[in-house]
C-alpha cells in the first residue's frame, strides 16, 4: 500500500501496484509487495472433488491459473508469479483459445504491473 508512513523495514515506498496492507509485526516472509491477482479458470480441465462431511455432499472445484506482480523485500526488482489452484495432478494444462488468451493477457498486465 503506498503512503508516506513507512514500516521500520521499508527502505522505500510501495510501488504503485501494491495492494498489501504492510505491519510492522510482518515477518520477513511476508514482506512482499504484490499487485492485484488475476485468475483464469480451465474450463477442460477435472475439478478438484471436494466433500463436505457437515454438509454430507460433495462439489467441484474448478481448476485455474493465478497471475501476480510480485515484488520480494530487498529484491532487486519485481517478478510475475505464475501457480495452478486446484490441481489434482501434474502434467499439462487443456486451455480454450478463450482461455488461453485470457492467460496470456493476464501475465502481459501483471508484467506492465511490476515494470511500472
Ligand atoms: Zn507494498
Redesign the pocket.
Given at each position: 500500500?503506498?503512503g508516506e508512513d513507512l514500516q521500520f523495514w521499508?527502505t522505500e515506498p510501495?510501488?504503485p501496484w501494491?495492494?498489501?496492507e504492510?505491519c510492522s509485526t510482518d515477518d520477513y516472509e511476508d514482506r512482499?509487495?504484490?499487485g492485484e491477482t488475476r485468475g483464469v479458470t480451465l474450463s477442460l480441465e477435472q475439478a478438484l472433488y471436494v466433500e463436505n462431511r457437515d454438509r454430507r455432499d460433495a462439489y467441484g472445484v474448478p481448476l485455474h491459473f493465478d497471475v501476480t506482480a510480485q515484488?520480494r523485500y530487498r529484491e532487486a526488482e519485481p517478478l510475475v508469479l505464475i501457480w495452478t489452484v486446484h490441481a489434482t495432478e501434474s502434467g499439462p494444462r487443456r486451455l480454450t483459445v478463450d482461455e488461453a488468451e485470457g492467460f496470456a493477457n493476464a501475465i502481459l498486465d501483471a508484467v506492465k504491473e511490476a515494470r511500472s
Open positions: 500500500m503506498r521499508q510501495c510501488p501494491c495492494r498489501v504492510h512482499s509487495c504484490e515484488h
